[in-house]
């Protein structure tokens, strides 16, 4: 009984041992796939530092609207955050390297998995950028155009019309990456129609009393009859 | 009221003639018959091919009155006037400065076409044309040695703002001659200028923008060399002021003007000082009483402007003239005074971040629009504080700090990152 008892736990640690050794070529090439990667995401992280810093990429981007370099600090400016995403990349490479050297099934798949979605993460990556581009521009113009027209809510108009087209595009991506698809048709529906219904109660409040005394004009004058009282007209031409 | 119908019209293909007039502007009949009687009673045996909008086809051609023909013409020793059909096709189509610019583009294939010696385009509201504002222009082109002649209007104080606030004396710092409407509307030109403009339109254009025809008109005498007139055609009636629009006539306006700038760099660079042109007619005095003008709207609005682009204003504009904004928004109505000095720099910075790209172009010239207003609202209180007689002298001084700040421009045109107070 106990010669029983002792050769299954002899077999048992020997079965582990031996998956475990079977495991450490692949434990291993994936420390080195890990540390290999480290470094190559550290020089490239650090050329492309170098480089978008030379071409003033910053200051390019804010001139195109995306947040001013004195807005953001050193730690999270434009040029840094694209090094960073590309040493990720590069970490998450070598990762995917590490374990596919493992030459389990489920490695395997895994990876499958994540090559079929990266397709997926690209596009929504595309959306998320050129939304993102797209809302500026609109923002910008809506806020130099509200502001010709002497709103005093030009800022907040330009802020809401900026949300409501990036909202727009993280549910677009979102949709793309099939992220609880359910939860986020009914986020964007109350995201999108509260910003909506936001501006226009802040438009039609602050042009309540512009619309009284329109409304009042055109009751006051009966049709075809003219003008009681005489318009002084502007002196002013520009051309 | 009947209208009086255009006289003698040759309607056929001619294959040249000596001058050609456009018309432009929307016209009413009676003005237009009056317009073709003064070129057909001119003394000299001229072949005048008229062009107009088309308007002329429908309500006047249709029914010609005399039936006189080119040699009856040439034996009275007067002028022979042609029609020629409307070359602009689609006038409804594009924005209005695009279709302005069609339609002189236009007239200038048909001047060149007919190897017309001279060319005269009438863009003005023909309401207060005279019928003699054509051969006014054109008359310098055949009796001297004259390759563009100018307007000068008759103006009140608070007329051609954007004209005499930026155009005029840019164009007279950056390339050194006193014009006074360097865009016209109205104007007559060469055969010679003609041609060269021509010639510039079809070689390598600045980033594949095209030439606007009125911005390019003045800039490419002088840089030719070209003799330069000016004929006092006393005043112009203007359409009112549309505040929305603003913005928008800023941008269609200034827009071609600073893609000239950065195609004459070479040429402007070397202009130093300026001189006077040469002026024919006897100037027009008009009633000074201008009405009031609302400074405090305008006031406001360049507050906003401060308050809200300030984010915009500072990819343009150095940290200097920044400050000196800001300074200027807190001043009330009373005080409220743009220095020339800060308004020439704000026109020379936009202009050199327009060149640049710095922001979208046509973000930026609308941008410019509340600090156009500030300098507006300055000028109405300058105007209003010393007298009757000032406008031309404040004018004067503004044009003469554009001259002064023209090293600003040429060291921030040179050297855009080095230099930048």
Known sequence: MWQQVKQALVDSTTRFL?????????????????????????ILAAIARRLLTSLHFDERLARRGFASPAESSPMNSPTRLVSRSLAALVLLSGFLIGIAAFDFQWTSLFIQSIIAYIPNVLAACLLLFVGNIVARFIARSVLIGAVNLNLQYARFLSIGIKWLVIV???????????????VVELAFGILFGGIVLSLALAVGLGSKEFVTK???????????????EPVEEDPLRHL | METEAIPQLVQEQIDSADLVVGLIAQFDSDILAKTYSALQALPDPLRIAVVDNGQAESEALAKPLADETESTAAAKNRATVFHLASPWTKPEAGAPGVR??????????????????????????????????AWQLAEPLFQGEVDLVLPHYARRKFEGLLNNGIIAPLLRALY???????????????????????????????NGS????????????????????????GPRIYAPVDWTGLSSVLADVLGPV?????????CWQRTRASATVRTIGEPVILDTDAGSVEAARMVESFQLGNRELQEIWALVLPPSTLFELRKLARLSLEQFHMPDELWVRIVYDFA?????????????????????????ASYAQDVKASGVASPERRLERLSVAYEVGKSYLVSRWRWPDRFNP
């Open chain 2, 176 to 206: 050194g001659k006193r014009v006074n409407n360097p865009m016209g509307p109205d104007f007559a030109v060469s055969q010679r200028l003609l041609q060269k403009m021509l010639a510039a339109k079809t070689s390598r254009s600045v």
């Open chain 1, 214 to 228: 329109s409304l009042e004009r055109d009751v006051q004058k009966a049709p075809g009859e003219p003008r009681s």
């Open chain 1, 18 to 42: 031996t998956r475990f050794v079977s495991l450490l070529p692949g434990l291993a090439a994936l420390i080195v796939a890990l540390f290999l990667s480290a470094i190559l995401a550290w």
């Open chain 2, 258 to 266: 600073f893609l000239d700038m950065e195609r004459n760099a070479p």
């Open chain 2, 100 to 133: 302005m610019a069609a339609a002189y583009e236009s007239v200038f294939a048909v001047a060149e076409k007919l190897k017309a010696r001279g060319c005269c385009v009438i863009a003005s509201s023909l309401e207060n044309v005279t019928p003699g504002w």
């Open chain 2, 352 to 376: 050199l971040a327009h060149r640049l790209r710095t922001i979208n172009r046509d973000h930026l010239l609308r941008s410019m629009t509340p600090l156009y207003l500030a300098w507006v």
């Open chain 1, 168 to 182: 727009l595009t993280v549910a677009m991506a979102l949709e793309h990456l099939k992220i609880a698809p359910g």
């Open chain 2, 210 to 233: 095209r030439r606007h025809p009125l911005a390019s008109l003045t800039p490419t005498a002088l840089c030719e060399n070209l003799q330069l007139a000016e004929v006092h055609l």
